[in-house]
C-alpha cells in the first residue's frame, strides 16, 4: 500500500523558514516525479515544485523561485522543500504528491496518482 506523509509545517513570521519533509513507502520512487502543491484559502491547488527521483531534474513556481528548494533523499525514499524568505501569501495547506503521469505538467494536480494527508503552513506577524 503506498502512503505519503507530510510533515515539518508551522507558524513563522515573514521572512523566516521552515523545511517540509515527505516520507513515501509501499513502492520505489526512483524514475518518476514526486511534486509539492499548495492550496491557500479560497484558492486552487497550485503546483510549488517537483524532482524527478534517480535524476537531477527539478521545476518551480514561478513565485517561490529562488526562495525554495526541492530535494530528495533515495535511500530515505524521502523529498524535502526547504522554504526561505517565507511570506504571508505561501500560507497554505501543503501536500505531496507522486508517481505523475507521463507526458503530463509537473504542476497540474491531477496528473499525480498518489497524495499525503498535507502539513499546514502559516506565515504572519
Known amino acids: 500500500q503506498v502512503q505519503l506523509v507530510e510533515s515539518g509545517g508551522g507558524s513563522v513570521q515573514p521572512g523566516g523558514s521552515l523545511r517540509l519533509s515527505c516520507a513515501a513507502s509501499g513502492y520505489t520512487t526512483i524514475n518518476n516525479w514526486m511534486g509539492w502543491f499548495r492550496q491557500g484559502p479560497g484558492k486552487e491547488r497550485e503546483g510549488v515544485a517537483a524532482?524527478?527521483?534517480?535524476?537531477?531534474?527539478?521545476a518551480y513556481a514561478d513565485s517561490v523561485k529562488g526562495r525554495f528548494t526541492i530535494s530528495q533523499e533515495n535511500a530515505k525514499s524521502t523529498v524535502y522543500l526547504q522554504m526561505n524568505s517565507l511570506k504571508p501569501e505561501d500560507t497554505a495547506m501543503y501536500y505531496c504528491?507522486?508517481?505523475?503521469?507521463?507526458?503530463?505538467?509537473?504542476?497540474?494536480?491531477?496528473?499525480?496518482?498518489?497524495w499525503g494527508q498535507g502539513t499546514q503552513v502559516t506565515v504572519s506577524s
Open positions: 504528491a507522486a508517481e505523475k503521469v507521463l507526458g503530463r505538467s509537473w504542476s497540474t494536480p491531477t496528473a499525480y496518482k498518489y
Open positions: 524532482i524527478f527521483i534517480g535524476g537531477t531534474t527539478t
